[in-house]
């Protein structure tokens, strides 16, 4: 057995009195894919945080190459050939592409000057490693979530490292694009890369990983290879239990339309028309690009649109911004939690009220307990930690930030909840969770229109999927017509080449 490239053993690190890892270990070879997995909260980022220096372990051993080093800032991780793709971005939205990739490393003339004509060339270079195409005089922040991940990525893989992390990376990709991305995964396993694989989406594991390492509330539980372990053996590793179909839910019989979008559009958008009934889920699929969540914003009102109506259980509603769209009945958590869904900084009650402080108003003033009361309510529904209700916002693991992203929308209870990729980044027993929320929300009369680049859960939640293409509504396919190959062929253009009828109007 080849030596370990990469050994992890004995890491416990505490954050007060909560212990986060408890005597955990890794090792992971050259030229080898070792998949991390567990659910939000098992350790698996703060593990991270530790090789990538960014926080100090409490105890243990770091060892590279059979020799112990110490890791006490990125920079000593760079040193020692790490480089780590964090699920979240980490880049620079007002710069360009090529800016962004040259950040920390820019070259300079013979005079000390910024070689310009250089940086735009690296920028080529290292987009075309990785066959993204991508042009990298375009500010970073006007490329959608997915564009700026590629980016992000090709900065990573530039830097040669012989250990390559790689944080949930196609959470934002589509099918296309995390093709591509398994392609340089390949790539530099066969070049004698070591990769440590952090994802929550099973098929991609297996199809990637050579072992798998499995974490559960802080501490390890086990690794095997890939030929040793089923999907099943990994699920009750990581939650402790078996998990059926996540996407097992009993017909629900649609009511009265609540939301009614007609021939809305905006520059490159639409025009798009459908419905939304109460007790009803709908599913917006197409590639990434494809104007889903640009459509969703026209409605919420966060972008204006140039044409068309919406109106919700009836009544107009043509919002200027989206506190207007609130007031009408409208709820929407964005793809982007931390960019646009949250406060960071701001704790994770007034996270969680600040869209329904309205209607805790009596005299002008806002009854602060029955607030709380009303928080706790939710976060114990969504299973968030009581204890975590004055932490601010950025404390939370990832899937719990989302939690609370929804739990804002149950708080104000609204009619109409759009969601977009609203399982981004989370493990798969808060997968279930929140599908299971879905159906309970859609059971209570909600009209819910999700927004996934996942086309299992696309399709498994919903009770009809509309396929985006080019800023346009392409096809409507009911649930029991909505298959991936169905999806994918009219999400890039081999079916109808236009709306063939008017979704969502069906008696």
């Known amino acids: 057995m080849d030596k370990p490239l990469l050994e992890l053993t004995g890491i416990t690190k505490r ?25 939000n909260g098992a350790g698996k980022s703060t593990l991270m945080k530790i090789l990538a220096g960014n926080i100090q372990r409490d105890a243990g051993s770091i060892l590279i190459d059979g020799q112990p080093v110490e890791i006490r800032s990125p920079r000593d991780a760079r040193a020692q050939g790490i480089a780590i793709i964090h699920q979240e971005l980490n880049t620079v939205p007002a ?29 080529r270079e ?53 093709q591509e991305l398994y392609a340089v995964v390949n790539r530099m396993r066969a070049e004698g890369v070591g990769l440590i694989y952090i994802s929550h989406r099973m098929e991609e594991v297996w199809q990637l990983a050579d072992r798998i390492t499995v974490f559960r509330d802080g501490g390890y539980v086990g690794t095997g290879t890939r030929a040793e372990m089923s999907e099943a053996d990994v699920v009750r590793m990581m939650v402790g239990r078996s998990i059926g179909d996540l996407y097992r839910h009993e017909p629900r019989t649609p009511g009265n339309v609540v939301l009614d979008v007609k021939d809305i559009e905006a520059t490159g958008l639409g025009p798009a028309s459908f419905q939304v009934r109460a007790g009803e889920v709908v599913s917006m699929s197409g590639l ?3 104007g889903r969540t640009e459509l969703a914003r026209l409605i919420f009102g966060a972008d204006r649109r140039s044409g068309g109506a919406v109106q919700v259980n009836g009544r107009p509603s043509n919002p200027a911004d989206p506190s207007k769209a609130i007031a009408d009945g409208l709820a929407m958590v964005p793809e982007d939690r931390k960019g646009q869904g949250l406060f960071l900084d701001h704790s994770v009650e007034r996270n969680i009220s600040i869209s329904s402080l309205d209607q805790f108003v009596s005299g002008e003033v806002v009854r602060d307990g029955a607030v709380r009361k009303s928080v706790l309510e939710q976060m114990e529904r969504l299973r968030l930690r009581k204890n975590a209700i004055d932490l601010p916002t950025r404390a939370l693991s990832g899937g719990n930030q989302q939690k ?7 708080l104000r209870d609204s009619p109409v909840m759009i ?58 396919l009911q649930a029991d017509e909505a298959s991936e190959e169905n999806v994918m062929r009219y999400a890039v253009g081999a079916g109808a080449n236009h709306q063939t009828s008017n979704p969502g109007t069906q008696p």
């Open 288 to 290: 990434v690009g494809s």
């Open 15 to 39: 954050f007060g009195a909560t212990l986060a890892l408890n005597d955990v270990r890794l090792d992971l070879r050259a030229g080898e894919v070792l998949a991390l997995m567990g659910e």
């Open 95 to 123: 710069m360009t592409v090529a800016e962004n990739l040259s950040l920390g490393q820019e070259p300079r003339n013979r005079f000390g000057v910024l070689d310009r004509g250089r940086v735009l060339r690296d920028a």
């Open 419 to 476: 969601l977009d990729e609203p399982t981004r980044g989370v493990d798969i027993g808060a997968k279930r969770e929140i599908y299971e929320l879905i159906d309970a929300l859609a059971r209570a009369g909600k009209a819910i229109l999700v927004i996934s680049s996942d086309l299992p859960e696309a399709i498994g939640i919903a009770d009809r999927v509309l396929v985006v293409r080019g800023g346009k509504i392409v096809k409507e």
């Open 404 to 410: 609370a992203a929804l739990a804002r929308w149950l």
């Open 126 to 178: 290292k987009l075309a490693r990785i066959h993204a195409d991508i042009d990298p005089t375009r500010p970073l922040g006007s490329l959608g979530i997915g564009m700026q991940q590629m980016v992000e990525i090709a900065r990573a893989v530039s830097e040669n490292a012989r250990v390559l992390v790689l944080d949930e990376p196609t959470a934002a990709l589509s099918r296309a694009e995390a």
